[in-house]
Nanobody, 124 residues
Framework: QVLLVESGGGLVQAGGSLRLACAAS????????MAWFRQAPGKERELVAA????????YNADSFKGRFTMTRDNAKNTVYLQMNSLKPDDTAVYYCAGDQRGGLRIGADQYNCWGQGTQVTVSS
């Protein structure tokens, strides 16, 4: 069983940057499909970015292209989400998710491992 723990959230001013980290333990996630989702109050959980197993494929939701970048460091068993040019609308809880089947998956229901989430708040 993989345990995912997010970190790096916090309060930032509009236009600022944050880097979220999702550290995995219990098993190597190098072959896992991984993703970042977010959920704002009163809204559905939405996909931000995804990486296929081995990092061979990437997906960025249109809303985040050019601002958010997801990367993987297999040596650290960690995935990251670099967020630049943050906007107040980016305020949400950000979740890391993983799926041992690998592949590039964009539906939340396709992931079977989830972290507890980290709060990102962007002030105007």
């Amino acid at each position: 069983q993989v345990l995912l723990v997010e970190s790096g959230g916090g309060l930032v001013q509009a236009g600022g940057s944050l880097r979220l980290a999702c550290a995995a333990s219990g098993r190597s996630i190098g072959t896992y499909g991984m993703a970042w989702f977010r959920q704002a109050p009163g809204k559905e959980r939405e996909l931000v970015a995804a990486l296929g197993g081995y990092g061979s494929m990437t997906y960025n939701a249109d809303s985040f292209k050019g601002r958010f970048t997801m990367t993987r460091d297999n040596a650290k068993n960690t995935v990251y989400l670099q967020m630049n040019s943050l906007k107040p609308d980016d305020t949400a809880v950000y979740y890391c998710a993983g799926d041992q089947r690998g592949g590039l998956r964009i539906g939340a229901d396709q992931y079977n491992c989830w972290g507890q989430g980290t709060q990102v708040t962007v002030s105007s």
